[in-house]
């Protein structure tokens, strides 16, 4: 399985990654024709160094809504105990990008937390 992405949304959260830092983000990330090309961060979120935690009541119903990404203010790249619990219950792809937060320490990862190829595109 290979997950697209669009280039423009990638640099759009590397760029909340360090407006957020030193404190994780969070969004929801919608798919278009089978390409990832929006992002809805995380409604009534609090944003700590270590967590975010948000209001999953507050999401729209949406099914365009395929995949989560969050932010680790840390340079630690693998999903934690709580982020697969998380992956669970939100889509089927979630990206995580590392500190310091650059197109190459960005990772995908399926709902079990395996790893997912991604491509970029224009």
């Not at 919608?30 to 507050?58: D, H, K, M, Q, T």
């Not at 089927?92 to 970029?120: M, R």
């Amino acid at each position: 399985m290979k997950v697209l992405i669009r280039k423009e949304l990638l640099d759009y959260l590397i760029e909340l990654a360090w407006e957020f830092y030193p404190n994780e983000f969070a969004g929801f990330l919608r798919e278009v024709n089978g390409v990832f090309e929006e992002v809805l961060i995380a409604p009534e979120g609090r944003f700590g160094s270590g967590s975010v935690y948000f209001n999953p009541w507050s999401l729209p119903l949406d099914t365009s809504i395929k995949g989560t990404v969050h932010s680790h203010p840390s340079n630690v790249p693998w999903p934690s105990e709580a982020d697969r619990f998380f992956f669970s219950k939100f889509g089927g792809v979630h990206f995580i990008l590392a500190y310091p937060y650059s197109p190459e320490n960005v990772y995908a990862y399926s709902s079990d937390g395996t790893p997912v190829e991604f491509e970029v595109v224009q």
